[in-house]
């Protein structure tokens, strides 16, 4: 391959910690062409990012390279002082990180920063700089890119800087371009605005990418080749196409299998995953990396390591026994008996609500300035809810989605007794629910419970998992003593978890592990309805599929509801009796799952489905972009919330009038000026694409 | 050609280290003067109230190790029973004044609001007068003694430890366990105690040697001007006090007791850096 702009051959990166030297990357090669994007792949802890910062020369003081090769356009880039390396950074090999906050120095305005590295590697002269900032401005398409050019990183939204810093990245015309997951703290249809960009960058500039993700959905969108990275170890390799239609690994059969799909929900049975974890990377396994968690596994698996084997398509994968695993499929919702699904959801919708949310208002009060304390201007207030009306049934799951800021954790906070609210009533099995928990009867805060989304802060770390499990029981008067102790057995029995983990600190848990023991926190009080608060965002896939498994099952056995607060349709889709779509703190749509996924949708939900990234290349989604940032949340106006972005917007009306619920028969509900008749015209965002077998 | 870098990787990695050299170094000092003012009297060669009078102000010989004293008293004897003082009331108005500043600091970090507000101003007002300012007005208002200075110390130190307390509860109080915790409905006195407290111990002990080595400084200071420890108590402060005078014919008997004052305090200070380091290596080596 004399074409490769990059060329990694056996690379192995070691971290020095206290516990031991951590082997992070062990004889990995991959390389890139000019123009081509090579999509590494990996869950946490698969040595992606070293992989990444190691070809960067940036890795941590206590990592280091132990052996191998890195050549780009031929040289050897470990070979390079520092001088030189200066030179081939920044121009020639340019990096896009995850968070634009920290990239972005926020003393300087943003068009000085673009103009800085094009003046220190290209030495033009002050005016053209700024000429060719301005460009490149443009080229991301930043609405008025002189005014931004002043701008300080603060002053812009994520979206804006992340696009500010994709514009330094080719400032100087990189030829390779390193891209460590740049859209993952971004909203769905942010993300997708960026995702195009850098497809149209890509076509435009033709640098080689390596594109760092977990994300399986963005790799099916605009990658050529993919590299699945699984604790140091590449073990699988080939072009998109293939990987997705017929992956050979183990593990990449399993990521893929155990992503929750828009064509899959939770009555077509649990989603396959991947049990165990990873192997401790300061021992790592002599013989094959994924032997312990494989469901193929034989005895030779646990002999010697395997060897990448070529694939006759393209590509390679490092297995003994890819010919003998069976083809790839995976399970979908017509699989299983639709009409079993469908009589289900029936029943539930028919069943009297537990919880009434009834017009819920929470508005927080913005600090005045001085000089409108002065003027005696009324406060202004955060219309976080404004005016939200649910009801939740037993066993039913209740999605709230929405992008930040649209208010549904805050939605989720009030129910629980985090925060009262300003207006409007919850009730509770028929009575009236008081704002803040400590207000609240003791039986009715046991009946509530809530589920967060950081499994690092939702235990505390002085507290053993016994105690933690234990307190609710006590607290509630359902168990003491020995009873006790052995509730508590049984609740890590019901979440999958020995026993002997009662006597755990949480940093001796895994991510996965610790979200376990919230769930059976929550489900310890015997709890009626369950706040579910973004509960897998912080988790890899692998893990995902497994405690999304556990929430259905635990949700079955007793029949407790669930109001799950999500940005992730594909989670929602799988796991959801109703749905409830949420922007800038009022209802956009609400409706059985099967109703909000399909039309008539309200273009908000449209715009949404058509953004999420989806694991299938076979998968067509209609393009709807939103253009511009979501507004304030500060007096809002009387129209329609979505008006300014609202690719279907009718006119005047949508600004100056509140939309009319439109309800279809089923009891769909969507708040929208256009009439119910032409929504139902609106054509699927989502279809499947018939390909013919290859 | 690939380039393989021959060197041994694993050797050539820095390990950490498990016990800082600071921690050591800071805790074999204090122990030695913790166990001088334990058993200070029963070691020394001399009672430290004998007079020798034939052989005052003598110089650091084999009988006397660091000399005597105007009266002839052994300097030996009288820095090594003197730590006692020094230690106890640096001790003594450490812990307290971490005591009252941590029950403020958790109470106002967790209540949050106008309490905290107004607390918060108090407490700036108390840190607007210079330390050694304030003590002096508390024991000339309550009186010269050992015990009013261990007092004025813990006044001095109550709103810089409520400080330091309160940002770090805040942080916690919006943490999720303490939210889950609120959510069950349990009792503010639990959260604060069972949720809270816990993971503060790290910044409050760190903190408390770092307000230990400002003790025995200022408890020091008092005896000096006649306000903390009382002659005829053995006090370094005291000694360097009444012995100044003769500070050019015999300058050790000034000397040792000023050496015994800073390495204690070095001693408190290389403890507390030692305590971080080693608080913050766990603290990593568990993530």
Redesign the interface.
Known sequence: MSDAVLEV??L?V??????G?VHAVRGASLSVAAGETVALVGESGSGKSSLAFAVMRALDA?G??????IRFQGD?L??LGPAALQRVRGSRIAMVFQDPHTALNPTITVGEQVAEVLRAHTRVPRAQARQRALELFAQVNLADAGRVYARYPHELSGGQQQRIVIAMAFACAPELLIMDEPTTGLDVTTEARILDLIAEMKTRHRPGILYITHNLGVVARFCDRVVVMYAGEIVEEGSVRRVFAAPSHPYTRGLLACLPRLDRVKHDGPLAAIEGALPSLLDPPRACVFEERCPDRRAVCAQSKPALAALPEGGAVRCVRWTELPAFRVATHEDAAGAVMAATERDLSAAPPLLAIDELRCHYPVRRTLAETLRRLPARAVRAVDGVSLDLARAVTLAVVGESGCGKTTLGRAI???LAPSAGNVRFGGAALAGL??H?A?DL?RR???I???PE???????TVGQALG??LE??GLARGAERDRRVRELLAAVHLPPHYADRYP?ELSGGEKQRV?IA?AFA?EPEVIVCDEPLSALDVSVQAAVLNLLVDLQRRSATAYLFISHDLSVVRYVSDRVAVMYMGRLCEEGTAHDVFAPPYHPYTEALLSAIPIADPAVRQRRVRLEGPVPSAVDPGPGCRFHSRCPRKLGAICETTAPPARVAPSGHRIWCHIPLDDLNRIPPVVERMEVAPS | MALTLSRPAVIALPRARRWPAALVAGVAILGMFAIFSAVGPWIVPYDVEQFHRASALQAPSHAFWFGTDRYGRDVLSRVVVGSRSTLTMAAAGTLLGVALGLVLGLGSGYVGGRPDEALMRVMDIVMSFPSLLLALLVVSVLGASAVNAVLSIAVVFVPRVARVVRSAALGLRTAEFVEAAQVRGERASWIVTREILPNLWPPIIVEACVRMSFAVLMSVSLSYLGLGAQPPTPDWGLMVAKERAFLVQAPWVVLFPAGAIVTLVIGVNLLGDGLREWLMARKSADE
């Open positions: 051959r056996d192995s070691a971290y020095a910690t206290p516990a030297v206590n280091r390279v132990t052996h191998g090769s050897e470990l070979a629980v007794g985090l928990a400590q609240r003791r805060r509530i419970q809530v967060f989304q950081n802060a939702t235990l505390n770390p002085q507290r307190r609710p607290l509630f940093h919230a926190r009080a």
